[in-house]
């Protein structure tokens, strides 16, 4: 089943939401984020798309996720950065302040 931006991006939300009010499904998002995405959506995720989720320190407002070191990229990787979805997570923290985990599509 394929997924828009509209649908990642409601799911994303829907993942956001559900994460600050239950533990458990909290947990289920940091172990295994498609399932998650499916649990939300009740879509499919693309196995080939790996998302992974971090938890923000105690007592720091915003977590960054540096790039790898700059070197030359495998087949995989080239195949992953050619073309696909790019989500802003600065953007999505600034226009709603309770989102505190940075998610990097890779």
Same mark, same amino acid.
């Given at each position: ?14 993942? &956001? ?86 998610? &990097?599509?890779?």
């Amino acid at each position: 089943m394929n997924w828009s931006q509209e649908d990642f991006n409601q799911a994303l939300a829907a993942i &956001y939401k559900k994460a600050v009010q239950d533990e458990s499904f909290r947990e289920l998002v940091l172990e295994n984020p498609g399932q998650a995405f499916q649990e939300v959506s009740g879509k499919e995720f693309p196995k080939n798309l790996i998302v992974k989720f971090i938890e923000n320190s105690s007592g720091v407002d915003m977590t960054f996720v540096l790039p790898a070191l700059e070197g030359e990229l495998n087949e995989v990787e080239l195949d992953k950065v050619a073309g696909g979805v790019f989500c802003n997570p600065t953007l999505l923290s600034l226009t709603n302040p309770t989102l505190r985990t940075t998610t &990097y599509l890779t």
